[in-house]
């Protein structure tokens, strides 16, 4: 089966680690043949190159400034991007016939694409919901329902609702999501929208005593202290005025230190108050190596996840996976509306707190020092074994592709009530 996998990642092998790339792996494993469609953004000054690895292709695609830039020019670049991509599978692609059509959110922009290849070959067509936008994008300001931007907010909700009805299945992060998704699109049939979350190759990523003391000695990590680390971007979703309230609510905790560790839109918002406030207990680094970073995260004591209060879609950030496989338990301040705080909570691998609290937040730290941190993040790995296994992920696309019912616990097809 020849499968086209569509996304603004920018990949250059499907041997790398991560949410994507684990899955297409998987599917590799199983016979399958594998195209990749990435871009290559104006910045990065290269040409168009396509790079063959087994049973795999990776067309890396000449397309505008999408990631860390203004708005406005990313905006225009997701606009673009459709006809470039459709471009370049006539270009390159004339005689592959595809089988099946595998896209994540963001973007929404794909539509034609995913339409042309459907009606050309005959395509299954499978929709990994990840962001739902552009409610998303209203939640936090960068959009309204009405005035100039409402315009904006239109459009991109006409072709979201496009890529819904042109997919033949959805596959949503979590519960919450399907019955968000089904509540605000109630034109969807119940039948193609399921339970297929983010899911990595479950491997043990914790690391030794050893290992945690030099990773620290190296990065200018105290070893006496219990680190509590964020990892990944720093933009307008992550409600980064909260992140900094925060940490000023522990600044003069001493068993407490905080890394932060990213890059993004809003990083400089956090530079500035790191360099003015000169805070003992916090370290703010760029990106490092990804070995190193994988590295990092087990060497701390519990992982971070913030989500901006306002928004009433439910997020789900992949970024769990990675504490989990660490085996760290993870402290979670978000809005109500995402399940994550209570996945994580009932699962009994960490903490949760409002996200427009940060007394809240302030006060779990506090019980967290003294908690048993190896063994909630023991049972995060487990949960994580249990429940976001690649291999899982892989099974319920291909057997919702087939219209075959799966008994899996977070697979299960949605069926009409």
Known sequence: ????????????????????????????????????????????????????????????????????????????????????????????????????????????????????????????????????????????????????????????????????????????????????????????????????????????????????KSIRQKYGIPIDRKVFVYGGNFGKPQGIPFVIECLKKCRDLDEAYFLIVGDGTEYHVLEEYVKTSKQANLKLLKRIPKEDYDIMIGACDVGLIFLDHRFTIPNFPSRLLGYMQARIPVLASTDVNTDIGNIITEGGFGWWCESNDSQSFLSNIIKIISSDLVTKGNKGYEYLKENYDVADSARCIWKGIENERIDCSRCTFIQNT
């Open 1 to 212: 089966m020849n499968i086209l996998f569509l996304s603004l990642g920018k990949y250059w092998s499907v041997k790398e680690s991560g949410c994507y790339t684990d899955l297409l792996r998987e599917f590799i494993g199983n016979g399958h043949h594998i195209y990749v469609l990435s871009p290559i953004e104006r910045r990065e000054g290269k040409k168009a190159q396509r790079i063959k690895e087994d049973h795999s292709e990776i067309l890396k695609v000449r397309t505008g400034n999408i990631q860390k830039t203004n708005m406005i020019e990313k905006g225009i670049s997701t606009i673009f991007i459709e006809r470039q991509f459709l471009s370049a599978i006539r270009t390159y692609y004339s005689d592959v016939q595809f089988d099946l059509v595998l896209y994540p959110t963001p973007p929404i922009t794909f539509v034609k694409v995913v339409d042309y290849i459907r009606k050309r070959d005959g395509a299954k067509t499978y929709l990994l919901l990840k962001d739902i936008f552009p409610q998303n994008a209203v939640d936090i300001g960068l959009l309204s329902i009405s005035g100039i931007k409402g315009l904006i907010y239109r459009h991109f909700r006409k072709l979201e609702k496009k890529l819904y009805m042109v997919s033949d299945r959805i596959g949503c992060m979590s519960q919450a999501n399907v019955e968000y998704l089904l509540k605000q699109n109630p034109e969807i049939d119940r039948t193609k929208v399921e339970v297929c979350p983010n899911s990595i190759e479950v491997i043990d990523k914790s690391v030794s005593e050893e290992t945690k």
